[in-house]
């Protein structure tokens, strides 16, 4: 059993800066950041994949970084550049198996936290 806590989130400015942290505990293969707006799909922001590779939505255009932890088993997720179609609810997800980019194969959700950016 995989166990996910975010932090971070709130609101910020069109152009601002903000961190998010997931805290893992238990097994997993791959980890990431996915978000969901109202009457949209949840979507991949940013994963580690089981070989350490960094993938990224294609909507994030150089503007996240994803970092993972293993000592403190963190997955950080660093988002500057922020632009109001960012606005949505960000998950940390894990999977048992290494699905990347597939946020259907992730079996693993943290609660969610609120991402806002306003214009």
């Known amino acids: 059993q995989v166990q996910l806590r975010e932090s971070g989130g709130g609101s910020v400015q069109a152009g601002g800066s903000m961190r998010l942290s997931c805290v893992a505990s238990g097994p997993y293969v791959s980890i990431g950041w996915f978000r969901q707006a109202p009457a949209r799909e949840r979507e991949a922001v940013a994963v580690v994949t089981k070989n350490g590779n960094l993938e990224y939505g294609h909507f994030v255009e150089g503007r996240f970084t994803i970092s993972k932890d293993s000592v403190r088993n963190t997955v950080d997720l660093q988002m500057n550049a922020l632009r109001p179609e960012d606005t949505a609810m960000y998950y940390c997800?894990?999977?048992?198996?290494?699905?990347?980019?597939?946020?259907?194969?992730?079996?693993?959700w943290g609660q969610g936290t609120q991402v806002t950016v306003t214009p």
């Open positions: 997800g894990a999977a048992e198996w290494d699905y990347r980019l597939n946020f259907r194969g992730y079996k693993y």
